[in-house]
């Protein structure tokens, strides 16, 4: 083979990775799963998110314990790494999990629960959403939002439009006052919503999360990145504002040790399969999931789930 010829089939072999590059995302169904973090004492933990945000306590091992909702579907997994310290401001890892409740009362509701335990929080209108921010013990953050209807979101070139606007707070707290059911906590429908990590680059968050895995970008600001499957405003955000070039929070300390992404079904996952093994990525497969690590060292577990 001459050296025009081993030229034009290098040039036809990255054609042919750009266009599978382009061809291949995530199924529109996806959503996110669990998520697990490292805690410094279970018990304050457990107590903190039963009483501040309504969790019920589906199981608890030595050192383990499963938080979830009124109908038992776990959304959080606490593992006690004693003593952790806080994840250092200049790391990757954790940003914030975010809790996406089923209406606009139940975001009421959970401010009410806040304000009873006195709970710090932030605020934002994301314009796609109303959010609450706030931080467990260990300092992981933590999001819990509502999402406005989808045909009220308002995308320009391909970007769905978000702002930080000042939040209704006395609204949603009346409107929760409003709502007559008997509060038990986080009601069933609630999920993780989406997920924010601190990485060390935007670049490489790209080239894993939406090239490799792939999530769509749906818009971006400085320093930051926003993605997702099926049209949803974000499920990742990923962002380098105190982690540029940072290292991997210590494992010893507090922070995010793993979350699940849900696939539809095994066809979706198979899907997955086949694009990491064309991109000779490793990783680990059992069951209907697959497991690898981001460059941050957080494991990615992504699972064929039936929606209920």
Known sequence: MGIMDDQNSKNTAASAQLERDRSFSLHPDTRLGSVSLRVADLARSIEFYERALGFHLVDRQP???????????????????????????????????AILVPSRPDLGRALRRLAEARVPIGEADHLVSEALYLADPDRNGIEIYRDRPRD?????????????????LAGILAEGERDARPDEGLPDGT????????????????????????????????????????????????NTWSS???????????????????????EALGRVAERLADAKRPYEAAGSEI??????NIEVVIRAAARS
């Open 63 to 97: 050192g383990r314990a499963q938080l979830g909702t009124a109908g038992g579907r776990t959304l959080l997994m606490l593992r006690e790494v004693a003593g952790a310290r806080p994840m250092p401001r200049r790391a990757s890892g954790l940003y914030h999990f």
């Open 191 to 238: 999920r993780i919503g989406h997920l924010h990590l601190q990485v060390s680059s935007t670049d490489e968050a790209w080239e894993f999360y939406c090239r490799l895995l792939g999530f769509s970008v749906t818009s971006r600001y400085q320093g930051a990145l926003f993605a997702a499957a099926g049209g949803y405003h974000h499920h990742l955000g990923l």
């Open 291 to 296: 497991t690898l690590r981001d460059p941050w």
């Open 152 to 168: 009220s979101w308002k995308w320009r070139g391909g970007s769905v439009q978000m702002a930080v606007d000042p939040l209704d």
């Open 244 to 266: 540029l070039g940072a290292p991997p929070a210590p494992p010893e300390g507090a922070g995010i040790d793993a979350f699940v992404i849900e696939v539809p079904d095994d």
